[in-house]
């Protein structure tokens, strides 16, 4: 290998995965593609994390490929995978989170991918684990395979495509789930992410949206492959699947409104949007439902009582002040589900 520029770097963003971290780092070991490293940025772990990563890279052949940086301050999951990005020295980049697993092929497959196409991005299938799928003896954990074609698995027998560069296109395909906006189950060109200012938005849901995105802006070269390169191991005691609570809440409503914005910013700097006020309708219809469906249960559990509603109305105070109560409103009705009856007014016939 290469130190000084390896064909791939692999950045993962380390934060208490101490039951997971050493797997991760096996399926990396086990890759057929060697020309690689991996940049490991510890976020101010407090189990056993960092200690497992330094104990491998003593006894492991993957060691020498290992680079640790560890942070002062927990910045959360953007600010780490920034670092990464910054300290990575590879031609391509690939994320790849503490707890999931890539197949032995995947970064053969992608870099051959990329270098056929000339590509700035290399977008795979992914497949999930989950322990619930496991039989009752224990023994056996099923996959499931998550394909980039909603709820159509057509395209895992098709051969790489080159994904249309129409920008109406792809809002309606990233619109409709038809382009997947994980980070991970992607390869990433160094220098393009470099030369257009890609980076992680500092915001602590969906921050992965927004840099597909905005790859999706400048890339001119995507590339669409059926593999199933990446395994995401599904894990109880992540983010999304914690109890509902006002701190929940209140991150959620800060996401809506910071990624609201930032996307906004986007789609101001690229000329399509300025004539094309429809797909700039899309892309923010598609983000306010997304972080919707993260308040729906907690709406549920409250049964949208009196006591909800002044919750929704304090926290959008904290943005808006006196508009709050109008705001709040308003997301309470957007998350109802819509009665199938007629207007309450006189319409034409």
């Known amino acids: 290998m290469n130190n000084e520029s390896p064909q ?73 995978r920034n670092v990464g990005l910054n ?13 999931d697993l890539l197949v032995p092929k995947a970064l053969e ?30 023994e056996k954990i099923l996959f499931r395979m998550a394909s980039f074609e909603h709820g159509n698995k057509k395209n895992l027998k098709s051969p790489p495509y080159l994904l249309t560069n129409d920008m109406s296109e792809r ?6 789930y038809g382009i997947d906006w994980n980070v991970w189950g992607k390869l990433f060109r160094r220098d393009f992410l470099m030369i257009n200012n890609i980076r992680f938005p500092k915001i602590k849901l969906t921050e992965d949206l927004i840099f597909v995105f905005q790859t999706l802006l400048f890339a001119k070269k995507y590339i669409m492959i059926p593999d199933g390169l990446y395994i995401y191991r599904y894990r109880n005691d992540s983010t999304l699947h914690k109890d509902r609570d006002k701190n929940f809440l209140r991150k959620i409503i800060g996401v809506q409104i910071e ?5 906004n910013d986007l789609m101001d700097g690229v000329e399509h949007f300025a004539d094309h ?8 219809n598609f983000y306010m439902n997304l972080e919707l469906l993260a308040t729906k249960l907690m709406q549920k559990k409250f049964n949208d009582r009196e006591d909800y509603f002044e919750m929704l109305c304090e926290l959008y105070a904290e943005h808006f002040g006196k508009d709050a109560t109008f705001i709040a409103f308003i997301h309470r009705i957007a998350n109802q589900a819509h009665p199938n009856t007629a207007p309450p007014w006189p319409t034409e016939e």
């Open 8 to 80: 791939v770097s692999v950045i993962i963003p380390l934060y208490n995965a101490e039951d997971y971290i050493k797997v991760t780092l096996m399926s990396l070991q086990n890759q057929t593609l060697q020309d690689f490293e991996v940049v490991i940025v510890d976020d101010c772990s407090t189990d056993t994390s960092l200690a497992i990563v330094n104990q491998f890279k003593e006894e492991e052949e993957l060691g020498d490929k290992i680079r640790v940086i560890t942070l002062e301050k927990n910045g959360g999951i953007s600010n780490t």
């Open 277 to 284: 006020f429809e797909d700039r309708e899309k892309v923010i």
């Open 109 to 138: 497959t992608f870099v051959d991918i990329a270098d056929e196409w000339q590509a700035e991005v290399v977008h795979t299938h992914s497949h999930y684990q989950n322990p619930k799928d496991a039989n009752h003896q224990g």
């Open 87 to 99: 300290f990575s020295k590879g031609k391509y980049v690939t994320f790849l989170d503490n707890d």
């Open 259 to 263: 990624g609201t914005k930032i996307l």
């Open 171 to 176: 809002m309606t395909n990233f619109s409709i």
